[in-house]
């Protein structure tokens, strides 16, 4: 069973940048697919972006797409999510979250396919 834990967050003004962690532990990181969701006040958990096992396929929300990238590093068992061009709406709680899958090259979307989750980081972008 994976564990994961995200870092990275904190307070940044518009226009900023930050990059989100998420380390795992206690898996062979290489058996599963990755994603990034984010939860605001008072909303559902949303998908953010997500990387294939291989890290060959990759895809976003409209919302985020061409101002976030998702990468993965297997040498260090890290997914991370580069965050440019940051709104205030995209103040968050931020999720990793990983899925045991047979596909190397498929990507995941929908929130309930995946089976472990960090607990948050806080991502606060100020006007």
């Known amino acids: 069973q994976v564990q994961l834990a995200e870092s990275g967050g904190g307070l940044v003004q518009a226009g900023g940048s930050l990059r989100l962690s998420c380390a795992a532990s206690g898996g062979t990181f290489s058996r599963y697919a990755m994603g990034w969701f984010r939860q605001a006040p008072g909303k559902e958990r949303e998908f953010v972006a997500a990387i294939s096992r291989s890290g060959g396929s990759t895809g976003y929300a409209d919302s985020v797409k061409g101002r976030f990238t998702i990468s993965r590093d297997s040498a260090k068992d890290t997914v991370y999510l580069q965050m440019n061009s940051l709104k205030p709406e995209d103040t968050a709680v931020y999720y990793c979250?990983?899925?045991?899958?047979?596909?190397?090259?498929?990507?995941?979307?929908?929130?309930?396919?995946?089976?472990?989750w960090g607990q948050g980081t806080q991502v606060t972008v100020s006007s």
């Open positions: 979250a990983a899925d045991i899958t047979r596909s190397t090259y498929v990507y995941i979307t929908s929130r309930s396919q995946y089976d472990y």
